[in-house]
């Protein structure tokens, strides 16, 4: 691929002395693998750069698996994400890098990646909204059709008030049974519209978002999620500054 494309580093990681093996999230080719040979040289003009979070130019050429970066420029600064919004940042990533099928085409997902990615750096609020409505076009892209406005078994329109459980395969069907898999009519329309109004839908949302995708991630725990949960507790355990 000899021509300019627009990227972002999904993740990154030492190759020998002065390289770096690459994640990268493209417009036109998806979720590409580059090493950038001397990119952390002390007079590298790529040292810097290769960041999560910049938007990038990038070429690259070769065959294979592992391509080789060409070369490399910022688009404008890394998006500024801090605290809580830097891990949801680093969740979203990994979830792309462990998900995403090699060098295929997401040029509509790299728009909602983007339009996630600036939601979370305009934030001053909880960025959970942000989050599964990414979770849910990406599993729209990844090919997991559900219909949530209808009940699968009479193909009535959900009512607010019903409760349907989820059934791999079928979709959702109104039932007395209340557990993990339950959702009222009120919630299942808050999924298909993307907007969650109260934290019943939100906490709704995250529930259907890890129940679906937990078969493309399988059992090996999201690192992002660990770094977070590590984090909470210190700051937790930090006590706070006295006031003079």
């Known amino acids: 691929m ?18 770096l093996l690459l994640d990268l999230f493209t417009e036109d080719e998806g979720r590409v693998r580059v090493l950038a040979k001397g990119a952390r040289a002390r007079r590298s003009p790529l040292k810097g750069c290769l960041q999560p979070f910049t938007p990038l130019l990038v070429r690259w050429g070769g065959r294979g698996e592992v391509k080789t970066l060409r070369n490399a420029e910022p688009v404008s600064l890394a998006l500024p994400l801090t605290g809580v919004m830097l891990y949801s940042g680093l969740y979203v990533n990994e979830l792309l890098a462990r998900v ?7 040029s509509a ?12 750096a305009a934030l001053s609020s909880s960025p959970e909204p942000a989050l599964r409505r990414f979770e849910l076009a990406l599993l729209g892209y990844l090919g997991y059709g559900v219909d ?12 607010d ?32 519209a993307r907007e969650f109004p109260d934290v019943q839908t939100l906490r709704a949302a995250k529930r259907f978002t890890r129940m679906a995708l937990k078969p493309y991630l399988g059992g090996k725990p999201l690192k992002s999620r660990e770094l977070f949960q590590k984090s909470a507790v210190l700051r937790l355990r ?6 003079e």
């Open 2 to 19: 000899e021509g300019w494309q627009r990227a972002f580093v999904l993740h990154g990681r030492p190759y020998s002395e002065t390289s």
């Open 100 to 106: 995403l099928e090699h060098e295929t085409n997401f």
């Open 109 to 120: 997902l790299f728009f909602d990646y983007l339009h996630c990615l600036q939601q979370l």
């Open 148 to 159: 949530f406005l209808h009940c699968a078994g009479s193909g009535e329109p959900v009512a």
């Open 161 to 192: 008030t019903m409760t349907y459980r989820y059934r791999e395969e079928k979709g959702f069907i109104a039932s007395m049974i209340v557990d993990q898999r339950s959702f009222t009519g009120y919630e299942l329309r808050a999924l298909a």
């Open 238 to 243: 930090t006590p706070p500054v006295a006031k």
